[in-house]
């Protein structure tokens, strides 16, 4: 202790440290204040530039169109669903098999290794390289095109090690006692791994895939590099048909454009009317990716709660 | 929690356990071993994502630097791909892409460090539990939307005192990322401090250390590589970040540091030139896979320094 210290009761000086107590306590919660100020000073400043477009059924029913007051998110919309099936169809099973094998199958040796620098790098390679990665391989090498296809799998790509770290720590969770049982039931591994852990492993695993996908449908960086239109006034084929076979795969080759691109090219124009069309789309995206949000950080807390 | 499936079921029709044993425990043999090998082939997909990437990028880039020299490259202070007499000087969006992410950092760091020592040495858990799941979706919205909020909201109110702010800058959406990148930062400077043992803290209290000289002296230093890792992390995060910057700091090459002018970073030259249609072959769709690289380079640096610093954080303990 120094000498000041020394002349100061003891009283003195744990009020004093005291005090510094409630100054520290208090920053942290303006920190926490400035930031929620923040999530909801954005969603309240898009909600009243947009509201006059939200309220509008035609918002939701029109292309977009030079007129602003008549220009709409069908299409975007339309865009984000179809891109967002083709990242699901392509992400989940492959970042699901590749999780499986990393912590049931592999074994320890220099190839597991490198898999999984591998993937912890991948989650940190920023979004825009993987759109340079489908334009150069995607778009020109294998000419898929400016598609829907292109799009949703580089989306993939992108999601993959969330779903892939997820699946990981869902399975690691997953007490050894249920596999034990299930061996001494007389099951092989794939038998323990398929009806044992994968079914018990299912909420984590979902709760990666919800996370995966909200990103996905925000991320614009990737999609506006493998050069995908910004106006698009027309919807790809439909997915299902009337007359057999029932589907087709044509809207798999459809130009597109999706939500955040709607969204950045409107924002980019100087007229102001166009913010009101920002704005609005940016109200239905940020709903979207907050519901999804919620609803994987709701399922994480219940499996949580279950498991005490 | 599971349903108990019957690992051998009786119906003939079943394509795996119809048959005689002989042939069922043949057949599941086959299973288990396509199982491993189909599983295997998934991980290796997710390293081929990795091949594919810096092949693009080299292949690509090649042809750029086959026209202009490595030297030029990084020495020129001058970006100017499309004029005549063009020039490729890539430190001109180093330096805009370094200023936004410093702006950021000095927004994440002492915000960041200081809700993280607030949430792991004050808050209770009840406090922590609410907060946690806030901050996840703090993360999880979109970049575009900041990027319109930077643009149409910051910048405005900036200049209200700022008068000599131009309308794109690197000030507001700098400040805007900052505290996008906070949600991270603090979080794995949070689980850094956390996971410091109690025997130091105590060790800490029994000289008579407040509180606040525990987290100070003794928690923050125990868990100093961890929260650097944190910021670097952060850091890439905010170099490699494109919307905010591209639809708020402008699309203009400068060369320069002031924040309080606009300029295109890596990222925002790449959005830029991949809206225009660019001929495939041509330089300018060449010098996009360029900078790609410098990119790709900076955010490999800093992620192997975050990630091995996390890494040797994690052995001490």
Redesign the interface.
Known sequence: ?NAANNCKTLEQIVSA?KR??VV??S???L??M???A??I??FV??LT?GWPRLISSEFYTNFPSRHPEKAGILSAMTGTSLVMLVTAVVAI???V??G???E???PRNWLTD??EI?????A??????????A???FV?TFALGETILTAGLVLA?LI??VI?VSTREAVRGIPRD?REAAYG???????A????VL??ARPGILTGVI?GL??A?????PV????AL?FIAFLPPSPIQAEAPFINFEWLSSPFTVM?IQ??NW??RPQAEF?IN??AT?VV??AM??A???LA?YIR?RLRRHDR | MTDIAPLVSHGAADPVFGGTTAQFLRRRALWNRLAGYVLALAALASVLVTVGIVYVLISESAAFFRQVSLFDFLTDTEWTPMFENAHFGVMTLVSATLTVAGIALAVAIPAGLGLAIYLSEYAGSGVRETVKPFLELLEGVPTVVYGFFALLLVTPMLQSFMPELSGFNMLAPGLVMGIMILPYTASVSEDAMRSVPMGLREAGYALGYSRFRVALQVVVPAALSGITAAFILGMSRAVGETMVVAIAAGQNPNYGFNPMEGAATITAYIVQMAMGDLPHGSIAYQSVFAVGIVLFLITLLFNLVGFYLRRRFREEY
């Open positions: 202790m440290n510094i107590d520290m306590a920053l942290g919660i920190v926490l400035v930031a929620s923040m999530l000073g954005v400043d898009l530039s099973p492959l970042g098999a590749a499986l094998y990393l049931e199958y592999a490198i898999i591998n993937v912890s790098n991948l940190g390679v920023p979004s825009i390289i993987y759109g340079l990665l334009l150069g391989l020109h790509l993959l090690p892939i249920l039931l007389g099951a092989d591994k794939w038998q791994v398929r009806m044992y079914p018990a996370v909200a990103r449908i925000g991320e614009a960086a506006i590099t493998i050069g910004t955040p969204l950045f924002v980019s913010h920002a704005a940016g995206l940020m990716t907050l999804m949000n919620a950080i807390l």
